[in-house]
């Protein structure tokens, strides 16, 4: 009897709501796709950053205000939260940890993807794609010219995971089989490059 409660306790303990953020194709912990602001702003006991150049007010990407939460970015548009974002500068991975239900999150591989998502399709980055031979030439030149001579870094994929819907996405970039970052979103805005810009 002792063992099924100590395990229970383990597993309570150990989870991702208890030591992170949990996402899913809801969202992000408290904040779900399709909140205004103000009902996600509720959601986390916390007030989301105003809009600010670049941005328009019908769509623009924000954060929490009190610096908590760095990892998670918003994109909001017509007042509505439609994309979730992970991502820290150097692609660190976010402490407390933001994982799936799986514990599928940045560092995790793409193994690690592919069991949690078996309808996942891989593609380049949109950084990576459509670079001929001779733009890559190119800018091995004017990287050389610079002083750079180490070797481009491997490529960034899309590792593109749709809900059953077909109106949901999570997006995980990857390089060198790991996750960098992720955003979980409303399609067509969860799968551009740059949101609002």
Same mark, same amino acid.
């Given at each position: 009897?002792?063992?099924?409660?100590?395990?229970?306790?383990?597993?309570?303990?150990?989870? +991702?709501?208890?030591?992170?953020?949990?996402?899913?194709?809801?969202? %992000?912990?408290? %904040?779900?796709?399709?909140? *205004?602001?103000?009902?996600?702003?509720? &959601?986390?006991?916390?007030?989301?950053? !105003?809009?600010? !150049?670049?941005?328009?007010?019908?769509?623009? %990407?924000?954060?929490?205000? /009190?610096?908590?939460?760095?990892?998670?970015?918003?994109?909001?548009?017509?007042?509505? =939260?439609?994309?979730?974002?992970?991502?820290?500068? /150097?692609?660190?991975? !976010? /402490?407390?940890? =933001?994982?799936? &239900?799986?514990?599928?999150?940045?560092?995790? *591989?793409?193994?690690?993807?592919?069991?949690?998502? +078996?309808?996942?399709?891989?593609?380049?980055? !949109?950084?990576?794609?459509?670079?001929? +031979?001779?733009? &890559?030439?190119?800018?091995?030149?004017?990287?050389?010219?610079?002083?750079?001579?180490?070797?481009?870094?491997? +490529?960034?994929?899309?590792? =593109?995971?749709?809900?059953?819907?077909?109106?949901?996405?999570?997006?995980?970039? *990857?390089? /060198?089989?790991? %996750?960098?970052?992720?955003?979980?979103?409303?399609?067509?805005?969860?799968?551009?490059?740059?949101?609002?810009?």
């Amino acid at each position: 009897m002792w063992r099924i409660v100590i395990g229970l306790a383990l597993i309570f303990i150990t989870s +991702p709501a208890v030591n992170g953020h949990e996402f899913s194709w809801q969202g %992000v912990g408290p %904040v779900h796709l399709g909140m *205004t602001v103000a009902e996600a702003e509720r &959601a986390l006991k916390a007030k989301l950053g !105003p809009v600010s !150049p670049p941005f328009a007010r019908d769509c623009y %990407v924000t954060g929490r205000t /009190d610096g908590r939460d760095k990892a998670l970015s918003y994109v909001i548009v017509n007042g509505r =939260i439609v994309v979730v974002t992970v991502f820290l500068r /150097d692609y660190a991975k !976010p /402490d407390p940890a =933001i994982v799936d &239900a799986n514990g599928v999150g940045v560092g995790a *591989t793409e193994a690690d993807v592919r069991r949690g998502y +078996p309808h996942v399709r891989k593609e380049l980055s !949109p950084d990576f794609r459509g670079i001929s +031979p001779e733009e &890559a030439e190119e800018f091995a030149r004017d990287r050389a010219s610079h002083g750079f001579t180490e070797p481009e870094p491997p +490529p960034h994929y899309w590792m =593109i995971a749709e809900g059953r819907d077909r109106k949901r996405a999570i997006v995980f970039e *990857t390089q /060198d089989g790991k %996750v960098l970052s992720f955003s979980v979103g409303l399609k067509p805005e969860v799968l551009l490059n740059e949101n609002c810009i």
